[in-house]
C-alpha cells in the first residue's frame, strides 16, 4: 500500500476527479450526498465555511495497493474507514471512491479538514503520518508490503523479447500517472530516467496528436501499448492530476 496526501483549497476539482472519472465507484461516505459532483461539494462547503480563515479544508489521499494484492470493495472500504478514524477524520465528512480504470488498484479518499464540530484536523506531517499509517494497515491486513515490494506490476519473468518492453513501459507510465504527474513534459523527463523515450506527433499547426514510446530500440505507439495511452487520452489523464492537485473548483 501507498498513500500520497494532498491539501487543497476547494472541494469542487477534487470532487469532480474522483466521482467522474471512468469506472469510478462510490464506496462510502459520511455527511455527503452523492447524487452528483455538484451536490456532493454543496455539502462539504457547508460544513467547511464554518471556519472560513480555514482557507486549505480539502484533505485528499490516494491509496495504491500492489498488483497480486486481491482487493475487494469491502476490504477497501474497511481500510478506508481505518484511515479515517486514525488520521483524524473520525468526525468529519469524507468520500470514499475506487477508480477501476486500470490493472492498478487505488482508492481515493476526499475528507473535510472541519469537523462538524468546527474542530480542524491539522496536516502537520500528513504525508509521513500516511505513509507510516499504511505501513500499519497493509500489515494488519496481510497485504504486499510496499517497502519491500516495489513491484512494477505483472510478473515479467515468463514474458520475453518486444511483449516485455511494451509491458514495461506501460507499468512505468502507469505507476507515474497513478503518483500524480502533472505535465506531458514532466512525463517525459521521468520516463527518460527510466531509459524510455517519448515522442510526440504533431500538426502543421503545432497541435499535438499522437504519442509513441521508445525503449532499447523499439517503439510502440501510445495506444498500441494500452488504450488508455493514446494522445488525448493521456493528455486527459495528466490534466485531472493537474485539477485534482490545485483543488479547482467547479
Same mark, same amino acid.
Given at each position: ?96 471512491? !475506487?477508480?477501476? /480504470? ?32 499504511? /505501513? ?33 513501459? !506501460? ?80
Amino acid at each position: 500500500m501507498i498513500g500520497k496526501v494532498t491539501i487543497g483549497k476547494t472541494f469542487g476539482g477534487c470532487v469532480h476527479y474522483v466521482m467522474e472519472k471512468d469506472w469510478a465507484e462510490v464506496l462510502n461516505e459520511k455527511g455527503v450526498r452523492i447524487q452528483s459532483t455538484i451536490v456532493a461539494t454543496q455539502d462539504f462547503n457547508r460544513i467547511r465555511w464554518q471556519i472560513p480563515k480555514i482557507q486549505t479544508a480539502v484533505w485528499h489521499t490516494s491509496i495504491s495497493f500492489a498488483y497480486d494484492d486481491k482487493v475487494s470493495n469491502e476490504l477497501m472500504r474497511n481500510i478506508a474507514n481505518e484511515y479515517v478514524n486514525r488520521i483524524g477524520l473520525k468526525d468529519h465528512q469524507y468520500l470514499v471512491v !475506487r477508480h477501476n /480504470d486500470s490493472r492498478h488498484q487505488h482508492l481515493h479518499i476526499v475528507a473535510n479538514r472541519i469537523g462538524y464540530d468546527g474542530s480542524v484536523t491539522t496536516d502537520k506531517w500528513c504525508k509521513n503520518r500516511t505513509a507510516r499509517l499504511c /505501513d500499519h494497515l497493509e500489515q494488519e491486513y496481510q497485504l504486499t508490503i510496499a517497502r519491500q515490494h516495489r513491484s512494477k506490476g505483472l510478473s515479467l519473468d515468463k514474458i520475453t523479447g518486444k511483449h516485455r518492453i511494451k509491458l514495461e513501459i !506501460r507499468q512505468t507510465i502507469q505507476d507515474l500517472l497513478d503518483h500524480g504527474i502533472k505535465g506531458m513534459e514532466l512525463l517525459k523527463r521521468k520516463l527518460s530516467r527510466e531509459g524510455i523515450e517519448t515522442r510526440l506527433y504533431k500538426r502543421q499547426n503545432g497541435k499535438a496528436y499522437g504519442v509513441s514510446f521508445r525503449k532499447d530500440g523499439i517503439a510502440f505507439k501510445g495506444s498500441t501499448i494500452h488504450r488508455e495511452l493514446s494522445y488525448n487520452k493521456l493528455q486527459k489523464q495528466l490534466d485531472l492530476n493537474r485539477q485534482a492537485d490545485r483543488g479547482l473548483g467547479l
